[in-house]
């Protein structure tokens, strides 16, 4: 599961020592809630089905989807539907063949989710060996569903801006410097990345 709210407020805590922006930025925005979502085949598939579209429309498929296959944290449950089921679902093809290769790299058991490598390099490795799981989904899987402290996705648009706008940068600093910057607060990336996330949903109300 991803990090609690102690977690989250002892991680931040320490960032806040390491770095007086954070201490500001806190003061402003104040604790972010919890982002935690389950371990396993539901999340990553969810995942898949996110990418490009509104929430309300990945919801809308997933519902869908729920109708036609059942019990969705089974990955045989996409594995036995036919290419009609699933764009009668709403998947695209390109998703509908994502789903599939999920399905079958889990029940094959290629892709253990509940032994993941424990090195965060080597998980994210494990986890982009699926067609339609990138870096990002990966990080972001590995921070809300198994709750690793040191994940840091840098390539994240909304990361970069607000830690572009936390540490007073000038233009969005790259998914480079983004992530040279944020060595410095090791072993708690994680918890900033979850941070920077509410402040660019709460700076602007705030501010």
Known sequence: MGLNAEQ?????DALCAA???????????GYPLPRINPRGFATLLRTILGQQVSTQSAQAVWNKLEGIAGDLTDPASIAQLSDEQLRAAGLSRQKAGYARSLADEVTSGRLDLANLPQDDEDAIKALVAVKGIGRWSAEVYLLFAEGRPDIWPAGDLAVQIEIGRILGHDVRPSEKLTREVAEAWRPHRGAAAVFTWHHYGSDMKVI
């Open 19 to 29: 770095e007086p922006a954070f201490a500001a930025a806190l003061a402003r925005v």
């Open 8 to 12: 989250l407020r002892t991680s931040i």
